[in-house]
């Protein structure tokens, strides 16, 4: 075999690998448009609207040029807690600071932070608080 019969062998190997290569990457399925978690929508909204639909923070702290709203919630008594039979067990109390940064009467910067910061699953508890807020 010639050298030019196989450099013509590689251009062609590898034009065909790239042609599959695009084939596969353009008929794959769009990737499913997830909807953004309440926090990133929550960016944007007004601090009158947000008071409204979550109604007033447990506490508010000056920040800069905004102010700092922070709201708790506390899962309930029974998320978590243990059967009579299983023994009196101490059960730590669940729950979500959230901080949302107003910044010209708008909302520039959400936080939330899980209690006790072991907790995982904050995301139901945080998003209870402000599920009225967002469409």
């Not at 109604?55 to 102010?67: C, D, F, L, N």
């Amino acid at each position: 075999m010639s050298v030019q019969h196989r450099r013509l062998n590689r251009y062609i190997s590898l034009c065909w690998s790239l042609a599959v290569l695009l084939i596969v990457g353009c008929a794959s399925p769009p990737a499913p448009s997830t909807p953004k978690p309440i926090a990133q929508r929550l960016v944007g909204k007004s601090q009158t609207h947000i008071r409204q639909c979550a109604g007033q923070p447990a506490k508010e702290v000056p920040y800069e040029t905004g102010v700092i709203l922070r709201y708790y919630k506390e899962a309930s008594t029974f998320v978590g807690s243990t059967t009579f039979l299983e023994g009196s067990q101490h059960m730590r109390h669940r729950g979500c600071w959230a901080s949302l940064l107003i910044e010209q009467d708008q909302v520039t910067g959400v936080e939330f932070e899980p209690i006790p910061k072991e907790t995982n699953q904050i995301d139901d508890l945080c998003d209870e608080m402000f599920r009225t807020c967002v469409p």
